[in-house]
């Protein structure tokens, strides 16, 4: 028994010897042109999902009616648009990024069947190793609320706020 256990022990340490042999000689291109390694986005995916949490199941306190849907077009226009893009353009200026930041408004998805909590917590806290910030000390928790409002319903905006957002930045 102590020899399996010892053999055992020294199996792990060869394993994760090697793995860092690997890592540190250059084993694994840490550059953007190359595709995501083995199991990437499927463990950052997991971890993202794990921090937000039950955050995801917060429920806006702000309705989703015109006012804040303009207020949360507004904040769109001025703070996420640079980066994932404009309604109808789902181009932006964020082609260096990776990985690329997803088009949150129409003719893309974006976040549409997202929970509007699980939105919220992105914004306000941003997602590790991307170039997603926090936006939690630069906006108000109401502004938050009303661009993960108006990200939550960008498939069916009233006219005035798709107007507002086809208008330039302000």
């Known amino acids: 028994m102590l020899k399996f256990l010892v053999g055992f022990v020294v199996g792990i340490v ?20 190359t595709k995501p ?19 995801a199941d917060e429920q806006s306190p702000l309705p989703a009616d015109e006012t804040n849907l303009l207020a949360g077009a507004k904040t769109y226009m001025n703070a996420c648009a640079g980066c994932h893009g ?22 893309g998805t974006g976040v549409t069947d997202d929970p509007v909590g699980a939105t919220h917590w992105v914004v306000k806290n941003g997602i590790r190793f991307s170039a997603m910030p926090r936006f939690g000390h630069k906006l108000s928790d109401t ?24 208008q330039p930045e302000q």
């Open 37 to 55: 390694l083995p199991m990437e986005e499927t463990m950052a995916g997991m971890a993202i999902t794990a921090s937000i949490g039950k955050s």
């Open 143 to 166: 502004e938050i609320w009303q661009v993960s409002l108006l990200l939550r319903n960008a498939n069916k905006l009233p006219d005035s706020v798709q107007n507002s957002l086809r």
């Open 86 to 107: 404009k309604l109808d353009k789902a181009d932006s200026g964020a082609k260096g990024f990776y990985p690329l930041p997803p088009p949150l408004l129409p003719p």
């Open 14 to 33: 060869v394993v994760v010897m090697a793995g860092y042999v690997f890592v540190k000689s250059g084993g694994i291109f840490m550059g953007t042109e």
